[in-house]
C-alpha cells in the first residue's frame, strides 16, 4: 500500500509553555508541565512512517526548546527518512541558550514573536547564526489572535457543521497532530479532552482522532478520516478559524488560574462575541462557488 502524502503534521515535544497567550488553541498555559519522551516519539514515527510521506514535519508545544533534548528529537525524525524538512516552531525566548547543534540539524525554524515578550535574541542575530548555519528562518510578528477553542459547548449543531467546513487548521494549515499514538486532523482537537477536564468537565475524544497502527491498509483509513465531511466531536467546543479577532497578550497567572481558561475576556464567553459570522459566512461563500469538500484544499 502507497504511504498517503501530507503536507506537514506537528509533535507536541513539550506540551506546557513559559508564555501564556491569551488565545493559545493549544491551551498550553493551562496543561501540566510535560516533556515527551524519546521512546514514546519513536513509537508514534514508525506508525506514521509506514502510512505516510510527510513534507514537513513540526517539532513545537507549548514551548518546544524547553525539551532538553530537543537535539536527539530532530536526530530521531531524521534517521526515519519519512519527511523533506524538519521543522521547530518556537516563541524564540530560549533561542539564545541553544547550542550549535540545535543550529546544525535543524531545517527550518519558524519564530513567532509576540508583543510585551522579552526575546533576548534579536531578529538580526538570529538571521546571521540560521544563515551561518544553512537554516531557513521565518519570523511571525503575532500582533493578533483570533478565538479558537471554546469552554462553552456551540449547542446549534448546524453552525458546528459550518464552522468546521469553514476551518483552515486541518486543510490550509494542515495541523495534523500526532499525540499518543492518535492522529487527529487538527491541534486543537488533541487537547479538548484535557483542557475540558480541567474545568471539570468530562469529555470523551474518541470520535476525534484515528489510532495509528501498523496494518497494510491504514493509508486507506487516515485519506477516509482526513477528506470526511462530519465535524469532530471537538468542533463543538470550537471556532476554527472563524473567531473573532484581538490583540494579542499575555494573560495573568492570577487570571488563568482563577478562570482555567485562555480565552479572552473570559467574563463574557458568549457565541455571539466570540464568533466572526461575517468571515464565516465569506468563508462558506467562497467554499461553496468552489464545490469545496472537506480535505480536497
Ligand atoms: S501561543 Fe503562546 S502560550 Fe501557546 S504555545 Fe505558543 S507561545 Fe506558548
Ligand atoms: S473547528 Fe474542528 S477541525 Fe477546525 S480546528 Fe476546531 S476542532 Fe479542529
Known amino acids: 500500500m502507497q504511504p498517503l502524502y501530507l503536507r506537514s503534521a506537528e509533535y507536541n515535544i513539550v506540551e506546557h509553555c513559559n508564555l501564556r497567550c491569551a488565545g493559545c488553541d493549544h491551551a498550553s498555559p493551562l496543561l501540566p508541565k510535560t516533556f515527551l519522551s524519546l521512546v514514546n516519539f519513536e513509537k508514534d514515527l ?16 507549548g514551548e518546544p526548546t524547553l525539551h532538553p533534548q530537543i537535539i536527539q528529537f ?40 509576540y508583543p510585551n515578550v522579552v526575546v533576548k535574541m534579536t531578529v538580526e542575530e538570529m538571521q546571521a547564526k540560521a544563515d551561518s548555519f544553512g537554516v531557513r528562518l521565518e519570523i511571525e510578528d503575532k500582533r493578533y489572535f483570533r478565538h479558537t477553542i471554546m469552554d462553552e459547548k456551540i449547542l446549534d449543531a448546524e453552525l458546528v457543521k459550518d464552522i468546521f467546513k469553514a476551518c483552515e487548521l486541518p486543510t490550509t494549515y494542515a495541523c495534523h497532530t500526532v499525540r499518543h499514538g492518535r492522529f487527529y486532523k487538527c491541534s486543537p482537537a488533541a487537547f479538548t479532552a484535557e483542557r475540558l477536564l480541567l474545568r471539570g468537565e468530562l469529555y470523551d475524544d474518541s470520535g476525534d482522532y484515528i489510532q495509528l497502527e501498523d496494518k497494510e491498509d491504514m493509508s486507506v483509513a487516515l485519506e477516509a478520516y482526513l477528506n470526511s465531511d462530519a465535524p469532530l466531536p471537538s468542533c463543538a467546543y470550537c471556532l476554527g478559524t472563524c473567531g473573532t ?25 458568549r457565541i455571539e462575541d466570540l464568533l466572526d459570522r461575517a468571515h464565516l459566512q465569506k468563508r462558506l461563500q467562497l467554499l461553496n462557488m468552489t464545490n469545496y469538500r472537506h480535505g480536497e484544499v
Open 74 to 113: 530532530i536526530l530521531k525524525v531524521k534517521s526515519l527518512d519519512f519527511t523533506e524538512t524538519v521543522c521547530v516552531i518556537t516563541n524564540g525566548t530560549v533561542l539564545h541558550k541553544m547550542d550549535d547543534r540545535f543550529w546544525q540539524e535543524v531545517d527550518l525554524l519558524q519564530v513567532t514573536i
Open 245 to 269: 479577532s484581538f490583540e494579542s497578550y499575555q494573560i495573568s497567572q492570577q487570571i488563568l488560574k482563577a478562570n482555567r481558561s485562555v480565552i479572552a475576556h473570559n467574563s463574557d464567553t
Open 46 to 61: 514508525l506508525a506514521l512512517k509506514h502510512t505516510a510521506r510527510i513534507g514537513t514535519f513540526k517539532l513545537l508545544g
